[in-house]
Protein backbone atom coordinates (compact mmCIF):
# COMPACT_ATOMS: atom_id res chain seq x y z
CA UNK A 1 0.00 0.00 0.00
CA UNK A 2 3.15 2.50 0.30
CA UNK A 3 2.94 2.75 -3.29
CA UNK A 4 0.27 5.29 -3.20
CA UNK A 5 1.00 6.77 0.44
CA UNK A 6 3.50 6.33 3.02
CA UNK A 7 0.51 7.11 5.36
CA UNK A 8 -0.92 3.22 5.61
CA UNK A 9 -3.76 2.26 7.52
CA UNK A 10 -6.14 -0.73 8.71
CA UNK A 11 -9.66 -1.09 9.23
CA UNK A 12 -11.20 -4.07 11.31
CA UNK A 13 -12.52 -5.15 14.59
CA UNK A 14 -10.28 -7.25 16.88
CA UNK A 15 -10.69 -7.86 20.40
CA UNK A 16 -9.60 -6.20 23.98
CA UNK A 17 -7.13 -9.24 24.02
CA UNK A 18 -4.70 -7.83 20.75
CA UNK A 19 -1.41 -8.11 22.82
CA UNK A 20 0.40 -4.86 23.63
CA UNK A 21 3.21 -5.79 21.72
CA UNK A 22 0.66 -5.92 18.33
CA UNK A 23 -0.58 -2.72 18.94
CA UNK A 24 3.03 -1.30 19.63
CA UNK A 25 4.18 -3.18 16.19
CA UNK A 26 1.93 -1.42 14.53
CA UNK A 27 2.60 2.17 16.03
CA UNK A 28 6.34 1.42 15.03
CA UNK A 29 6.06 0.74 11.41
CA UNK A 30 3.67 3.84 11.30
CA UNK A 31 0.25 2.44 10.64
CA UNK A 32 -2.39 4.16 11.63
CA UNK A 33 -4.49 1.94 13.49
CA UNK A 34 -7.26 4.56 14.09
CA UNK A 35 -9.36 2.70 11.95
CA UNK A 36 -9.27 -0.66 14.20
CA UNK A 37 -12.34 -1.11 16.29
CA UNK A 38 -11.91 -2.92 19.91
CA UNK A 39 -14.61 -5.23 20.46
CA UNK A 40 -16.36 -7.32 23.20
CA UNK A 41 -15.24 -10.48 21.04
CA UNK A 42 -11.16 -12.09 20.90
CA UNK A 43 -9.40 -11.34 18.20
CA UNK A 44 -9.89 -13.96 15.79
CA UNK A 45 -7.04 -16.52 15.60
CA UNK A 46 -6.35 -19.26 13.23
CA UNK A 47 -5.12 -22.61 12.58
CA UNK A 48 -3.67 -22.96 8.70
CA UNK A 49 -2.00 -25.83 7.30
CA UNK A 50 -0.63 -26.61 3.76
CA UNK A 51 -1.29 -29.90 1.87
CA UNK A 52 1.73 -31.52 -0.20
CA UNK A 53 -0.67 -29.89 -3.05
CA UNK A 54 -0.54 -26.76 -1.31
CA UNK A 55 -4.37 -26.31 -0.73
CA UNK A 56 -4.81 -24.25 2.68
CA UNK A 57 -7.23 -25.68 5.16
CA UNK A 58 -8.15 -22.93 8.25
CA UNK A 59 -9.77 -23.92 11.99
CA UNK A 60 -11.00 -20.71 13.64
CA UNK A 61 -9.70 -20.67 17.36
CA UNK A 62 -12.32 -18.39 17.87
CA UNK A 63 -16.79 -19.52 18.68
CA UNK A 64 -18.61 -19.09 15.18
CA UNK A 65 -20.31 -15.98 16.71
CA UNK A 66 -17.01 -14.36 17.11
CA UNK A 67 -16.15 -14.93 13.23
CA UNK A 68 -19.38 -13.49 12.29
CA UNK A 69 -18.88 -10.51 14.72
CA UNK A 70 -15.39 -9.66 13.94
CA UNK A 71 -15.36 -10.43 10.13
CA UNK A 72 -18.54 -7.51 9.42
CA UNK A 73 -17.43 -4.24 8.22
CA UNK A 74 -19.25 -1.70 6.93
CA UNK A 75 -18.38 1.87 5.08
CA UNK A 76 -19.37 3.29 8.38
CA UNK A 77 -16.59 1.44 10.12
CA UNK A 78 -13.95 3.17 7.98
CA UNK A 79 -12.20 6.58 9.59
CA UNK A 80 -12.26 9.83 8.19
CA UNK A 81 -9.56 10.70 6.07
CA UNK A 82 -7.82 14.22 5.54
CA UNK A 83 -6.17 14.54 3.22
CA UNK A 84 -8.50 11.53 1.00
CA UNK A 85 -7.16 7.81 1.06
CA UNK A 86 -5.07 6.81 -2.15
CA UNK A 87 -6.14 3.36 -1.88
CA UNK A 88 -8.08 0.65 -0.76
CA UNK A 89 -6.80 -2.77 -0.38
CA UNK A 90 -8.95 -5.81 0.76
CA UNK A 91 -9.79 -9.34 0.59
CA UNK A 92 -12.98 -10.88 -0.72
CA UNK A 93 -14.51 -14.78 -1.42
CA UNK A 94 -14.69 -14.49 -4.96
CA UNK A 95 -18.89 -15.79 -4.73
CA UNK A 96 -19.87 -13.44 -2.12
CA UNK A 97 -18.46 -9.87 -2.75
CA UNK A 98 -19.93 -7.45 -0.83
CA UNK A 99 -21.52 -5.28 -3.43
CA UNK A 100 -22.14 -2.72 -1.05
CA UNK A 101 -19.00 -2.50 0.51
CA UNK A 102 -17.00 -2.41 -2.53
CA UNK A 103 -19.36 0.42 -3.88
CA UNK A 104 -18.81 2.54 -0.55
CA UNK A 105 -14.93 2.09 -1.32
CA UNK A 106 -15.28 3.66 -4.64
CA UNK A 107 -17.54 6.84 -3.44
CA UNK A 108 -14.84 6.97 -0.46
CA UNK A 109 -12.53 7.52 -3.95
CA UNK A 110 -9.19 5.99 -4.01
CA UNK A 111 -8.34 2.94 -5.95
CA UNK A 112 -9.34 -0.43 -5.35
CA UNK A 113 -7.04 -3.41 -5.18
CA UNK A 114 -8.70 -6.93 -4.27
CA UNK A 115 -7.21 -10.53 -4.13
CA UNK A 116 -9.41 -13.40 -3.41
CA UNK A 117 -9.07 -15.53 -0.06
CA UNK A 118 -9.24 -18.76 -1.83
CA UNK A 119 -10.83 -20.43 -4.95
CA UNK A 120 -14.20 -20.04 -6.64
CA UNK A 121 -16.16 -23.64 -5.84
CA UNK A 122 -16.75 -23.24 -9.56
CA UNK A 123 -16.97 -20.74 -12.40
CA UNK A 124 -18.67 -17.58 -11.67
CA UNK A 125 -20.85 -16.87 -14.29
CA UNK A 126 -19.88 -13.93 -16.81
CA UNK A 127 -21.66 -11.10 -15.99
CA UNK A 128 -20.62 -12.19 -12.80
CA UNK A 129 -16.83 -12.04 -13.09
CA UNK A 130 -17.35 -8.95 -15.06
CA UNK A 131 -19.12 -7.16 -12.50
CA UNK A 132 -16.56 -7.96 -9.83
CA UNK A 133 -13.44 -6.97 -12.26
CA UNK A 134 -15.07 -3.75 -13.00
CA UNK A 135 -15.75 -3.12 -9.31
CA UNK A 136 -11.94 -3.16 -9.01
CA UNK A 137 -9.04 -1.32 -10.18
CA UNK A 138 -6.71 -3.58 -9.55
CA UNK A 139 -7.63 -7.62 -9.16
CA UNK A 140 -5.11 -9.51 -7.64
CA UNK A 141 -5.67 -13.43 -7.27
CA UNK A 142 -3.40 -16.10 -6.87
CA UNK A 143 -3.25 -18.46 -9.69
CA UNK A 144 -5.47 -21.14 -8.38
CA UNK A 145 -8.07 -18.53 -7.73
CA UNK A 146 -7.66 -17.41 -11.15
CA UNK A 147 -7.87 -20.89 -12.56
CA UNK A 148 -11.03 -21.64 -10.33
CA UNK A 149 -12.71 -18.35 -12.02
CA UNK A 150 -11.66 -18.52 -15.88
CA UNK A 151 -10.38 -22.30 -16.20
CA UNK A 152 -7.31 -23.95 -16.26
CA UNK A 153 -4.47 -22.48 -18.09
CA UNK A 154 -1.03 -21.10 -18.12
CA UNK A 155 -0.28 -18.05 -16.22
CA UNK A 156 -0.39 -15.36 -19.14
CA UNK A 157 -3.65 -17.43 -20.52
CA UNK A 158 -5.40 -16.61 -17.28
CA UNK A 159 -4.61 -13.17 -17.21
CA UNK A 160 -5.31 -12.92 -20.98
CA UNK A 161 -8.87 -14.44 -19.96
CA UNK A 162 -9.69 -12.26 -16.89
CA UNK A 163 -8.63 -8.95 -18.62
CA UNK A 164 -10.68 -10.26 -21.62
CA UNK A 165 -13.93 -10.31 -19.07
CA UNK A 166 -13.33 -7.03 -17.74
CA UNK A 167 -10.31 -6.50 -15.99
CA UNK A 168 -8.08 -3.76 -15.92
CA UNK A 169 -5.37 -4.36 -14.41
CA UNK A 170 -4.54 -7.90 -13.09
CA UNK A 171 -1.31 -8.63 -10.49
CA UNK A 172 -1.69 -12.74 -10.65
CA UNK A 173 0.01 -14.20 -7.70
CA UNK A 174 2.37 -17.23 -8.48
CA UNK A 175 4.02 -17.92 -5.46
CA UNK A 176 7.42 -18.74 -5.56
CA UNK A 177 7.61 -17.74 -9.09
CA UNK A 178 6.56 -14.11 -8.21
CA UNK A 179 3.99 -12.00 -9.76
CA UNK A 180 2.44 -11.65 -13.35
CA UNK A 181 1.09 -7.79 -13.73
Known amino acids: MRLWSQSVGLV ?22 SGLHVTAWPTLRARQALDAAGRRSQAWLAPEAAVGAQLQKTVAD ?13 GIHPEEPDWDFLAGLRARGGQVSVETFRPAAQPLPPDDLARLLRATDIFSPNERSAASLVGDGEPEELARRLLGAGGTVLALRLGARGSLV
Open 78 to 90: LPASDPPVRGWHL
Open 12 to 33: GRVGADLPADAWEWLRGSGIDA
